[in-house]
């Protein structure tokens, strides 16, 4: 049996929640979700990027349902639970993706701006994936995937709200795996590089001689693309991935596999 699109179907009959799911990473996860036969609903901040992912799903010929939620608002992780039950019966997966960054050193921060990138990057994996657990374990286990980032392995110059908190998000991601393995739920987290989103697309429209210093942040030379990161992320959702829990995959054209000495290419 394929998915919408005469896929394969290794999500037939399972329901996945994604928070961000509106534009980049989470809709891609969406997206590619679907097309391999699974149900998603769709929270993002933004009600019309939600909604029109929905939409173009289900001209696909999946099933996928939206709904309007800041992820920084206490209530909201049990507002998009609640939503995903009430349209699919339940919830086999969450992908936690929510994410902003601000560029500022802790000296140039104000304390608004730090719970904010914290409450995003961080409490909303908390928020959510408590929300869920009670649903994943009625179900007898199921799978919470956690968008992290290499700046959660890897400090990035003038990122220290982002970095602590995609930081917060892998050893977070390790904890729930050894607390919640017995009851068959794994928790995996996702390390994602420099990625083609509309954020990188904004950044990039103001400076666009940027775009070429990709060039020496990774070996390949290039941003990826979102479904580049959704394709792994599926992996760690699917049966595949069955004993593998506590794992941060990182997904990032190698960037983080050592230092590039330029010095070293000379004569060669």
């Not at 928070?19 to 609903?41: H, N, P, S």
């Amino acid at each position: 049996m394929g998915g919408a699109d005469g896929r394969g179907a290794r999500f037939s009959g399972r329901t996945c929640v994604v928070t961000a799911g509106g534009a980049g990473i989470g809709a891609a996860i969406a997206r590619e979700w679907c097309r391999d036969g699974g149900r998603a609903l769709i929270a993002d901040i933004d009600a019309a990027a939600a909604r029109r992912v929905a939409e173009s799903v289900r001209a696909g010929g999946g099933e996928a349902g939206w709904l309007a939620a800041d992820v920084n608002r206490p209530e909201a992780a049990e507002a998009i639970v609640t939503a995903a039950l009430d349209a699919f019966g339940s919830v086999d997966t969450l992908f936690n993706v929510a994410g902003v960054n601000l560029l500022k050193s802790v000296d140039e921060m104000e304390d608004p701006d730090w719970y904010r990138i914290i409450d995003t990057n961080l409490t909303s994996v908390y928020r959510c994936s408590k929300q869920v657990l009670p649903e994943l374990r009625r179900n007898g286990g199921g799978v919470i995937v956690n968008v992290a980032s290499t700046a959660g392995i890897m400090a990035e110059n003038r990122c220290a709200a982002y970095s602590a908190g995609k930081g917060g998000v892998v050893l977070l991601t390790r904890n729930m795996a050894m607390d919640y393995a017995r009851d068959n739920i794994r928790v995996n987290a996702l390390c994602p590089g420099s990625t083609m989103t509309p954020r990188i697309r904004s950044y990039l429209r103001e400076f666009p001689a940027h775009e070429k210093m990709i060039d020496t942040l990774n070996p390949m030379g290039r941003f990826a693309w979102p479904e580049e990161i959704a394709r792994p992320a599926l992996f760690l959702a699917s049966d595949d991935a069955s004993f593998v829990t506590g794992a941060s995959l990182v997904v990032d054209g190698g960037m983080t596999a050592g230092i590039h000495f330029p010095i070293f290419e000379e004569g060669r």
